[in-house]
């Protein structure tokens, strides 16, 4: 009977431990989903955008799926120091969102894309959400490709 009371009640710290683990779990994807809102509605100059466009076109000229590994890692990794790896996953948000409003500005067709929805359907790190519109960019009306 003891055994029975005993497994009821640490089935009990069980459940009480997932839920504080889910509402947590909620409050920071919140927390990284507003970071990346912030970033994404920033407004960037025509000459900003061009650097970075241009910046980020000749870096990932060559890139392969592991120096995509390595980028991501390299990102993903601090976030899991104590204390600081918030700061650091607030901080890869707010740097996406602001890659994300750049490629926009340079390619005003992703402005009809909800930046706020593109960050749940693919979970972008680090400015890496750049390569999927990548070829948006390479048409030869954009002023980015000279």
């Not at 990346?36 to 000229?61: H, R």
């Not at 600081?84 to 740097?95: E, I, L």
């Not at 340079?106 to 790190?125: C, D, G």
């Amino acid at each position: 009977m003891l055994t029975y009371q005993y497994a009821q009640i640490i089935n009990l710290v069980q459940i009480t431990m997932l839920k504080i683990w889910l509402v947590t779990f909620l409050i920071f994807m919140g927390l990284f989903s507003l970071a990346f809102q912030i970033g994404a509605t920033t407004l960037v100059s025509d000459e900003d955008a061009n650097t970075f466009v241009q910046e980020f076109l000749s870096s990932t000229q060559d890139i392969s799926g592991f120096g995509i590994f390595v980028n991501n890692a390299h990102a993903a990794l601090p976030m899991f120091v104590p204390g600081f790896g918030m700061v650091w996953g607030m901080y890869t948000a707010w740097s996406t969102g602001i890659r994300f409003a750049s490629m926009a500005v340079m390619a005003p067709t992703l402005y009809e894309t909800a930046t706020f929805n593109s960050i749940h359907v693919s979970f972008w790190i680090h400015g890496d959400c750049c390569i999927l519109y990548c070829n948006v960019l390479q048409f030869p009306h954009h002023t980015c490709i000279d």
